[in-house]
């Protein structure tokens, strides 16, 4: 797979926090309904690798990633679970060497110029910004990335709607994270009419952005 142009083609990566396993596959059609046909399932639920699992194999064209993979034992549930993808809210070492060994995409959490820097002394050129807003926004993003040509972003972290079109009208910014058209409460009441919707919407947002 080539994880980079996979991005480009996304670049809205929904972030999924899903509580129960059989809200996976509805939740994934919902999305690639929308447009969106990428998805990335954190790991802070006991559902989240079943649910992977589940998309995996009912929505085979879906990419589905894990994140918030926090140690090496994660990232082997996650793989086992059919993840292609690896995301993360912090640089660790282990788990992208890990990843890198696998031949698996992993996206790092970075904030610093120095957490950068490690990311590329790994073998790394696109990284996850997070958390982008609360770290200064597209300004920060735009003062960071002068010193890292080389290097593309995924920012992450308090982006919506509003901002999205911003952050996706950065050269060096292949996709964004967010939330908004997943939120809990939505997939909690099974309201997959609203996040088609909303996928549909960001899709949208994403294009103008980058027309």
Request: hydrophobic share 55%.
């Amino acid at each position: 797979m080539d994880f980079e142009k996979a991005l480009i083609e996304t670049r809205v990566v929904p972030v999924v926090e899903i509580p129960r396993v059989e809200d996976a596959v509805p939740l994934a059609r919902a999305l690639a309904d929308g447009g969106l046909h990428c998805a990335e399932i954190t790991l802070r639920t006991s559902a989240a690798a079943a649910a992977i699992a589940a998309i995996t194999a009912a929505v085979p064209r879906f990419l589905v990633g894990a994140g918030t993979v926090l140690t090496v034992a994660q990232a082997e549930e996650a793989l086992a679970a059919g993840a292609q993808f690896l995301v993360a809210p912090n640089f660790d070492a282990a788990v992208v060497d890990f990843a890198r060994a696998q031949g698996v995409p992993m996206l790092p959490g970075v904030c610093t110029p120095t957490e950068i820097g490690r990311a590329l002394a790994s073998g790394l050129s696109i990284v996850k910004l997070f958390p982008a807003e609360a770290a200064g926004g597209v300004a920060y993003l735009q003062a960071i990335a002068v010193a890292f040509g080389d290097v593309r972003f995924v920012p992450t972290g308090g982006i919506g709607p509003a901002n999205v079109a911003a952050y996706l009208a950065h050269r060096q910014v292949l996709a964004c994270g967010g939330s908004w058209m997943v939120k809990k409460q939505m997939i909690a009441a099974g309201d997959f009419e609203t996040i088609g919707r909303l996928a549909a919407e960001a899709v949208r947002i994403a294009a103008e952005a980058v027309a």
